[in-house]
């Protein structure tokens, strides 16, 4: 599906009826990163599950955007064209720095914030890559080629997440618009605010995580005031990928959260 805003295609997938939850992926890869890790672990009924390609990844442009506070901007323009009212929020990595922008910016817009591996704006006290699990048949799955950055990416390196990078981010990974990324990054900085957000949140990081740490998800607390914080061990950036089945049980509780806030 695709909607266009202003000078900005926006190329979309949706499942499912109900509440509108909608994903946002990190960066350099496209919607079907965070879209496999997120159908795996929802209820398959009930909601509205919505995965938009970021600007300059995957099949959506960049047209007129010059800043990451422009990409805020759009999400929530993107939000009110749904017009299906408050919508569950969740963003992994650089979505989910998006997302606390679009939180800030337009809270009546969001009805529950779900943040994994967030980035920040100045990533801090991040540790060396260590590899948690090591399986000898992990590379049978992959191109000699790919291997470099499922090893940068993955510190559980099994069949199973060889098969989800190979699968699920190694394709978004060639249709990135590196020139207009550039210019949207040299901006980095969102405006998160300085209040708090005060609808249910889940903070998820992998003690592992040497691309963003943990230590900035655990600072995150006091902004989120009915955050619960899971910081979890065995696990790196790739952590919907890494621990789903820890990652289901926070998620389901997450949503149970907001169904009860929204009664």
Known sequence: MERRINDVLIHYIEHGSGVPLIALHG??????????AIEAVVPGSGYRRIYPDLPGMGSSTTGGLACNDDV???IADFIDRLEAGPVMLLGHSYGAYLARGVAAQRPDIVRALALLCPV?????NVPAHQVICQDADAYDE???EH???FDEYFVVRTPATA???????????????????GRIFAEWTVDVGSGTFPAQTLIAAGRRDSIVGYTDAMDLLERYPHATLAVVDGAGHALMHERPELLAALL????????RDGR
């Not at 098969?163 to 249709?175: A, E, K």
């Not at 389901?252 to 169904?259: E, K, N, P, V, Y």
């Open 27 to 36: 960066a350099g890869v496209d919607h079907r990163e965070i879209e496999a």
């Open 72 to 74: 805020v901007a759009l």
């Open 120 to 124: 920040a704006e100045r990533s801090q």
């Open 142 to 144: 992959l191109e000699p």
């Open 147 to 149: 291997r470099q950055g």
């Open 163 to 181: 098969r989800r990078y190979r699968s699920h981010i190694v394709p978004g990974t060639t249709l990135v618009d590196a020139t207009g990324l």
């Open 252 to 259: 389901r509780d997450w949503l149970d959260r907001a169904r």
